[in-house]
């Protein structure tokens, strides 16, 4: 889950020009980097946290896990979106850089810090819950790293499709395939991308009033989350999906972790989201933005 800084006065608003330049921070790259880390952690001890309680205790249905992705992803906007744009997904911060000029020399960085936060946001939600773990062992009948435990798993990373709907036996597993699995993740990302540039389009009519656009992506990934978790569990995310996986992995899960149960779960939850997102940033400029009505 992720989306993109509602910053855009840095814009030039005074008329539609081929492509807006990225927004100049005043923050240091390692001080954007921080942020990036810190709103990644944010993210995900509240979205795998939510997850947490609906494995552990079943106070949480699917839409409540949806409400708080969303109330996750704003929060995170909200702490950083002034000091490093708020990406907290590769797939934003590249799609930024072939789209919005973000500086390409700081992708690398951006990425990792977010690995980084996302790994440390799931190492956090197993502090918060590890005196659970046996009994969850006990109720869902698995060993960690055992065939099946990505139904424990799955409080940090996806799996599709979701393990906690309708189980992991080989025929619930052949419901969703792989090629529906990437069309799934990459069609949602592309969704999210399009709504984040929308959002952040100072020429649109429609953008929401200042300091509202957080609000809006999030509910953003709330919608996502509501109608594909059962699906793909939703990464729309490169590290909402791969920090956790590896500190799962560091935890004993492994070959559930990596490849995963399918053997491309790994890589799948990377690629089709960074794809998504760029043909959903692709489908805003040369569908929408061209069309839009030109300042005055």
């Not at 079943?58 to 409400?67: E, F, H, T």
């Not at 977010?114 to 918060?128: K, P, S």
């Not at 798993?153 to 990437?182: E, H, K, L, Q």
Request: proline share 7%; charged share 10%.
């Amino acid at each position: 889950m992720s989306q993109a800084t509602v910053e855009v006065e840095s814009f030039n608003e005074s008329e539609l020009l081929p492509e807006h330049e990225s927004p100049v921070f005043t923050a240091s790259l390692p001080g954007q980097c921080l942020a990036e880390f810190v709103g990644t952690f944010i993210v995900i001890l509240i979205g795998d946290g939510a997850v947490a309680a609906a494995v552990m205790t079943n106070q949480l249905d699917g839409w409540g896990v949806a409400m708080m992705w969303g109330l996750a992803v704003t929060f995170a906007i909200y702490v950083a979106g002034p000091v490093s744009g708020a990406h907290f997904n590769p797939a934003v911060t590249i799609t930024m850089a072939v789209f919005r000029d973000f500086p390409k020399s700081r992708v690398l960085p951006f990425i990792l810090s977010q690995i980084a936060g996302a790994f440390t946001g799931a190492a956090a939600v197993y502090g918060m819950w590890h005196s659970y773990w046996p009994r969850a062992l006990e109720k869902l009948s698995v060993e960690v790293g055992a065939p099946g435990s990505q139904k424990l798993m799955a409080i940090f990373s996806c799996f599709y499709p979701s393990p906690g709907g309708i189980g992991v036996d080989a025929s619930s597993m052949a419901t969703v395939s792989a090629g529906g699995a990437f069309f799934i993740e990459a069609l949602l990302t592309m969704f999210l991308l399009l709504m984040i540039f929308a959002l952040t389009e100072p020429d649109n009519p429609g953008m929401p009033q200042a300091g509202l656009g957080p609000l809006f992506i999030g509910l953003t990934v709330t919608a996502i989350v509501g109608i594909g978790g059962s699906l793909t569990m939703d990464a729309v995310n490169p590290v909402r999906d791969f920090g956790p996986r590896l500190f799962g992995w560091v935890i004993g899960f492994g070959r559930i972790a990596f490849p995963g149960p399918r053997g491309n779960e790994w890589w799948l939850y990377i690629v089709a989201p960074i794809l998504g997102g760029l043909v959903g940033a692709a489908v805003y400029r040369y569908l929408v933005r061209r069309f839009l009505p030109r300042a005055a």
